[in-house]
């Protein structure tokens, strides 16, 4: 089982750091992702990792989101920094064949 967490209500410009723990799961050697739903859109994806440590971003992402992994505490993150109304969704990890439950990111003044 996947959650992620970390996020909330945030002023444009700021930053947010999300997390996704894995219970159960072993994320040593796995592909995870990041993904989002923005109200009245469908999922979009936003970045994610293999198990050599490479990253990809989506081009909105660049030089503003970064992904990261602990294997060791089978958790992933996600750093977002300057936030933009834009980035306003429920936000999701993916990988081992599971989809976890979504944390919310407000950004609002």
Request: net charge positive.
């Amino acid at each position: 089982q996947l959650q992620a967490s970390g996020g909330g209500l945030v002023q444009p410009g700021g930053s947010l750091r999300l997390s996704c723990v894995g219970s159960g799961l072993s994320f040593s050697g796995a592909a995870m992702s990041w993904l989002r739903q923005i109200p009245g859109k469908g999922f979009e994806w936003i970045s994610d990792t293999d198990s050599n440590g490479g990253t990809r971003l989506a081009t909105f992402a660049r030089g503003r989101f970064s992904i990261s992994r602990d294997n060791a505490k089978n958790t992933l993150y996600l750093q977002m920094n300057n936030l933009s109304s834009d980035d306003t969704g429920v936000y999701y990890c993916q990988g081992l064949g599971a989809r976890g439950k979504g944390t919310l990111v407000t950004v609002s003044s």
